[in-house]
């Protein structure tokens, strides 16, 4: 049986995050006893506090378990908590680099990779998180390999999900990787969760990265979003803004943590989805009212952006179309 720990913070979490994964958990366990077997899970909430309010106490969580008395768990669960709390969570870190040292595995699930990353076990390795708070994750773990378009990570025992209710499927790999495709399957249909998905870039939203000082860049980044439907090279901006293509270019991955061609790109894409969201334009128009002529192109670079092609993202978004 694998002893589970799923850790209350303090302060702004996801409650959702929190019973999620406990009733999947638990699901899980009846399926098994159900079907002539053993229960696979001894799942606990670990806490620092005997209760956690949250939502301004509209509702409250009772640990059953302080975090002192858990001398020995396998898996760790880190639901969603806001960066801002981790300065109230900041007793679990040393437990948790123990805990992970003694061989438990750790899975962080949405925001709450922002503590996982705190306890320096993520260095050098792969993660994933909410895509809204991807810049500010870069900027607070540069060392940490941050892969937003994945759903899941695993990376030496240690798990991330995506964001918000993507948790769910992180949760459906372990019960798969623990109790085998049958239970996760089950589990899945009782749910009704899609299982296997891997990406979170069909739902993600580019909104440019701005949070840094460089002026110039931050003209430039202007200067493309406002030309989204003109051909613009690097040596354009470059020459643009008096500055070598060189050091435009180091100076622009620096500051976006994109290339300013991959910006150019996710720029345009994202006023491509706008318009297959609500538009009825042909899928063509919307081509080149961003400025390609390509479609092979289009449809690459649209694909590679968002997992989806053009006309199944219209598919997907575009309810006036469906109809």
């Known amino acids: ?9 303090q302060g702004d979490s996801i409650l959702s995050s929190i019973i999620g994964p406990y009733k999947a958990l638990t699901a899980a366990n009846d399926y098994l006893v159900k079907t002539g ?19 301004g106490g509209l509702f409250s969580v009772h640990p059953d378990k302080m975090m002192a008395d858990v001398k020995k768990t396998d898996l760790i669960i880190i639901p969603a908590l806001q960066p801002h709390s981790l300065s109230q969570n900041l007793d679990f870190i040393p437990w948790i680099t123990d805990q992970y040292k003694r061989g438990a595995e750790v899975a962080s699930l949405c925001v709450g990779a922002f503590l996982l990353a705190s306890t320096g076990l993520l260095n050098g390795k792969k993660c994933t998180t909410h895509w809204l708070a991807a810049d500010g994750f870069r900027q607070m773990f540069p060392e940490v390999k941050l892969i937003t378009e994945k759903i899941i990570t695993e990376d030496n025992g240690i798990y991330s999900s995506g964001g918000a209710y993507s948790f769910v499927n992180l949760v459906l790999h372990l019960i798969e990787k623990y109790c085998g495709r049958e239970v996760a399957v089950f589990i899945s249909k ?23 000082e460089d002026e110039s860049i931050k003209q430039a980044q202007e200067y493309i979003e406002l030309n989204v439907g003109s051909k613009i090279s690097v040596d354009q901006l470059a020459n643009l803004f008096l500055i070598s293509r060189r050091n435009f270019e180091r100076r622009f991955k620096k500051a976006t943590a994109n290339t ?17 969201e609500s538009g009825r334009e042909h899928i063509n128009e919307v081509m080149y009212a961003v400025g390609y002529s390509d479609s092979k192109a289009f449809r690459t670079t649209f694909k590679k ?5 053009p006309l199944d993202y219209r598919k997907k978004y575009n309810r006036e179309m469906v109809a």
């Open 1 to 9: 049986m694998k002893h589970i720990s799923i850790i209350v913070p």
């Open 37 to 55: 077997r053993n229960a696979m899970f001894d799942i606990h909430l670990v806490g620092l506090r005997n209760e956690t309010k949250l939502y």
């Open 190 to 212: 009782v749910l009704e969760v899609e299982i296997d998905r891997k990406s979170q870039s069909p739902f993600t939203i580019f909104m440019g990265q701005k949070g840094h």
């Open 260 to 276: 300013p061609v991959e910006y150019l790109q996710r720029v345009k894409i994202e006023a491509a989805k706008k318009s297959l």
């Open 305 to 309: 952006i968002t997992g989806l092609s």
